[in-house]
């Protein structure tokens, strides 16, 4: 079974500009959720969808969106960004109900903004 | 706010050495995933554990619930250089915001 796949790899952008970036979860994982994880900070949680539907999010700017779509992917937004914003996305996929605890990661997309 | 403190922050030991990591809140979480994340990739799932006061054996990684469900440890019999990489603990309190959350993580490094 195929891993969790994020695209792209790597990205350098422009403070100001505005990012997309991808998700395919692992087939059959319904719940995906978003991370962003700096030296400083660690890893900490952005939000997390499941059927279409934010069901939590985490303490985030609102420059900071995502969506699901109806394949279970994912992708998430960050507009008007900022040189803090220079961290590694990672998105994680999760079955329902009990194994909903357990994330199986991507290998996420390293995202530079100067 | 919901917190999983880890200690230590950094470890670096040589090969065949013993080691524990330990994860403590305040909170108590209906289960705790443990994680290692290698540079530049994503963390792995390495075990969960569920009931208060379990323990569970990966080879040589040994982790234990604690009986109140709010802290775990994570012991290496013999470190090998290939367990270098950051360990992270995780998971949903059974109160307040239900947010998936992480610990604060242990970068160990194992030398040859």
Request: proline share 4%; hydrophobic share 30%.
């Amino acid at each position: 079974k195929a891993g969790v796949t994020q695209t792209p790899r790597y990205l350098i952008k422009t403070r100001g500009q505005q990012v997309t970036l991808s998700c395919s979860p692992i087939s059959g994982h319904r719940s995906v959720s978003w991370y962003q994880q700096t030296p400083g900070q660690g890893l900490q949680f952005l939000f997390e969808y499941f059927s279409e539907t934010q069901r939590n999010k985490g303490n985030f700017p609102g420059r900071f969106s995502g969506r699901q779509f109806s394949n279970s992917r994912s992708e998430m937004n960050v507009s008007t960004l900022e040189l803090g914003d220079s961290a590694l996305y990672l998105c994680a996929s999760s079955l329902t109900g009990f194994r909903a605890y357990e994330q199986y990661f991507g290998p996420g997309t390293r995202l530079t903004v100067t | 706010t919901q917190l999983l403190e880890q200690s230590p922050q950094f470890l670096s030991i040589q090969e065949g050495e013993n080691l524990t990591v330990y994860c403590n809140s305040s909170s108590v979480f209906s289960s705790l995933q443990w994680y290692r994340q290698e540079p530049g990739e994503g963390p792995v799932l390495l075990v969960t554990v569920v009931t208060g006061g379990e323990v569970k054996k990966l080879k040589r990684l040994t982790f234990q619930f604690g009986d109140a469900r709010k802290d775990s440890s994570l012991h290496i019999t013999a470190a090998q250089t290939g367990d270098t990489g950051l360990y992270l603990c995780a998971g949903r309190a059974t109160s307040g915001t239900y947010k998936y959350i992480f610990g604060t993580g242990t970068r160990l490094k194992v030398l040859a």
